[in-house]
């Protein structure tokens, strides 16, 4: 297994190209199911999570070719010859439920493994189960897997009014409602940015959606989409941790393709902290030159902070002048960094869903332990800010959801390098 070392840093300069979102692009992939005709995303980022979609979608007899190194994907599904989303692939992506809905509006049969829980908490997914009932599905949990039915002349439209905001069973449900007889309402959904990227994709399928990126979705049912190219939103969360690389370090950097109003929350909570944002024509400029202010942080659905940038932004916070609240309301298991973080020196207390961190002079680099995506990324962050060597291992977590990581870290004067673990 590689491991990634990481030295202290001075300041950062310099230019980092920020991909295309690995969330957006989960939701997309599926979205062929709907059709059987074309389906090619642009800017696709290339990551692990990219190629366990991938052969997921083959599983199901979907083609799915990867060109142009990886950058784009050309998916065509002219007729599924499994309608069985396997365990063995479920297992090690939750994102995998996401070909529930199309499976089910197209042909109206789906067999679901239940992706079960992960580390980072329960994550259950009896939202995206009850809002393919309210559009009469028929499903019954066996053998580990989710059977759903549409019911003779496909789903109906509906009101589903979520009782909590889910961005994964906005999605299942906004694919199935393309293709459902009549209108459906999605209530309470999700207003994130990889939503609003599916519903322009739908429509440029041919699909009638109106209020994505608000919290009431309208859908009218077509009788068939057809083929698209659509380019994939850029990736936020990328773009926020490459964000919080020149705030610890220092220096100035300017994540390209990156927008503000893909992350007011977090800029604003970066401009509290006392570091320099500023939207230029080819991206977001960073620069960080006095000392780093704590400030409280609560996650939230969109637009509030992203529960995806908590563990970074604790990176940030470990280095801070005073002592910040982090308090997470998505996902009840998301501080497994803080323990990690402590190793180098941090002074973390946890308490149910609150960190309360108080900044250090200067962080000292350790042996650390990846222990899901995000928090593998904020242990590198703060071995930026280290002195001395940081070795993270179980880079595997790094390697679903960030591209090129240490090329593009070294591109802006880090010293960072991946190694095979002796
Ligand atoms: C997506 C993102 C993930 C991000 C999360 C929150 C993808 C592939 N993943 O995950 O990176 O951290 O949004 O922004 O896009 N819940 C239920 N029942 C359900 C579904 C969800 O109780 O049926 C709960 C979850 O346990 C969690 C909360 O709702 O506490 C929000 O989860 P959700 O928005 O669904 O996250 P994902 O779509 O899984």
Excluded: W
């Excluded at 393709?257 to 992350?263: M, Q, V």
């Excluded at 500023?278 to 529960?307: D, L, Q, W, Y």
């Amino acid at each position: 297994m590689d491991q990634i070392i990481v030295r202290g840093n001075g300041p950062l300069q310099g230019e980092i190209p920020i991909a295309g979102a690995k969330n957006a692009c989960l939701t997309l992939m599926p979205a062929t199911l709907l059709t059987d005709q074309p389906l090619t995303l642009t800017n696709a980022p290339r990551l692990s999570d990219i190629r366990t979609m991938t052969a997921l979608l083959q599983s199901l007899g979907a083609e799915a070719a990867s060109l142009q190194d990886g950058q784009v994907l050309a998916m065509s599904s002219h007729a599924l010859t499994s309608h069985r989303a396997d365990y063995d692939i479920v297992r090690k992506m939750r994102a995998s439920i996401l070909v529930l809905g199309p499976m089910l509006a197209r042909d109206g049969r789906a067999e679901v493994s239940l992706p079960g829980g992960c580390a980072i908490g329960a994550r259950p997914v009896d939202l995206h189960l009850k809002a393919l009932e309210a559009m009469g599905a028929e499903l019954d949990l066996r053998d580990g897997y989710v059977h759903a039915k549409a019911p003779t002349g496909g789903l109906r439209g509906a009101v589903v009014d979520f009782p909590l905001v889910s961005v994964g069973a906005t999605e299942n449900a906004l694919m199935a409602a393309t293709l459902a007889k009549g209108t459906t309402v999605l209530k309470n959904a999700a207003r994130e940015p990889e939503i609003v990227d599916l519903a322009r994709c739908l429509r440029a399928m041919g699909a009638q959606i109106e209020g994505e990126g608000t919290s009431t979705i309208t859908i009218q049912g077509v009788d068939a989409l057809h083929g698209a190219t659509h380019p994939v939103v850029t990736d936020r969360i990328e773009l926020g941790t490459y964000m919080l690389a020149p705030a610890i370090c220092g220096g100035e950097v300017e994540c390209l393709g990156g927008r503000i109003e893909l992350l007011s929350a977090f800029c604003e909570k970066l401009d509290e902290a006392g570091i320099d944002v500023t939207e230029t024509a080819r991206g977001i400029k960073v620069s960080r030159r006095n000392s780093i202010r704590a400030v409280n942080v609560t996650t939230e659905p969109f637009p509030g902070f992203p529960t995806d940038l908590q563990a970074q932004f604790m990176a940030l916070m470990c280095v801070a002048e005073g002592t910040s609240v982090l308090e997470e309301t998505i996902f009840e298991n998301r501080f497994m960094h803080a323990p990690e973080l402590t190793r180098m020196g941090a002074r973390i207390e946890v308490h149910g869903g609150h960190a309360t961190v108080t900044g250090v002079d200067g962080l000292r680099g350790a042996p650390v332990m990846a222990t899901d995506l995000r928090a593998s990324v904020s242990l590198i962050l703060a071995g930026l800010a280290a002195e001395g060597q940081t070795t993270v291992s179980r880079v595997y977590h790094l390697d679903r959801g960030y591209e090129h990581v240490v090329r593009k870290l070294r591109g802006v004067g880090a010293h960072i390098e991946r190694v095979k673990e002796e």
